[in-house]
């Protein structure tokens, strides 16, 4: 079995791709699930073969602990992290090619909280890799994508698993993906940008400064922008993830 986790920010469209994901495998004769790690969904894309709400439920939590939503979200969060060997049978039982991981839509309760990274750790697989999503409506601006990149370090670093980084909605910003894309793919053109938007302003320079730093490990070279709606981009996503899992070949039945 390989495993997929979806991680990203708070909208980036996690749930939707997981669904696209799955019947895309299904599709090509592969046995691919969906797994929901999200205890506080309420309504999914897709029905999980394994899902989290079955062993805590966050109102109970909340009752129980006096706790706000948010405290028992991380409450829940590191809950599942005990339950994972039961969890962990439950997604071999199915016998899944591909396991497509929902990651709670709150990133800092996975990504940020040590359970997260226990559970990409120890999920039992042949390969795993994580898709970071990134909603390509927060990166119009250079000052913008130069964030967004760094957090993709900064994910790359917590949960210490091969990354693949792909831009959501593209759809949205077709005005704008070119580019965006010239951005990523030359710094001399985002620099320039950063300068056009902010001047010689302090922000413009702390950004600059970032960026340098980030040009040495790779900057953002090889985002792949998608769209969920229209299925653009998918092609190039599901190559980049066989590269990482296969080693470039499909599990098909």
């Given amino acids: 079995m390989n495993a997929i986790f979806v991680a990203g920010t708070a909208g980036a469209g996690k749930s939707l791709l997981t669904s696209k994901l799955v019947a895309s495998y299904l599709e090509k004769g592969a046995n691919a699930i969906a797994v929901n790690l999200d205890p506080g969904a309420i309504q999914l894309p897709y029905t999980p073969a394994v899902d989290v709400r079955d062993y805590v439920d966050l109102k109970s939590v909340m009752e129980r602990y006096e706790l706000g939503p948010n405290g028992a979200l991380i409450f829940a969060a590191d809950y599942i992290a005990t339950r994972w060997s039961e969890i962990q049978a439950e ?55 130069v ?28 005005d704008k993906i070119d580019e965006i894309l010239n951005w990523t793919s030359s710094l001399t053109a985002l620099e320039k940008a950063l300068r056009e938007e902010g001047g010689d302003s302090e922000n413009y320079v ?48």
């Fill in 91 to 145: 997604i071999d039982g199915t016998g899944a090619d591909y396991a497509i991981i929902d990651t709670p839509g709150q990133m800092e309760v996975f990504t940020y909280r040590n359970s997260g990274s226990f559970i990409v750790s120890n999920v039992a697989c042949e390969q795993k890799v994580v898709i970071f999503l990134v909603d390509a409506t927060l990166t119009t601006t250079p000052s913008n994508l």
């Fill in 147 to 174: 964030s967004m990149a760094f957090l993709t370090y900064s994910i790359r670093l917590r949960l210490g698993a091969p990354q693949v980084v792909a831009l959501s909605k593209s759809d949205m910003v077709e």
């Fill in 206 to 253: 702390f950004a600059s400064n970032i960026l340098r730093v980030m040009s040495k490990i790779g900057f953002a070279y090889g985002i792949i922008p998608i769209s969920s709606v229209t299925l653009d981009g998918f092609t190039n996503l599901s190559s980049a993830l066989s590269r990482i899992l296969t080693g470039g070949e499909e599990i098909v039945d």
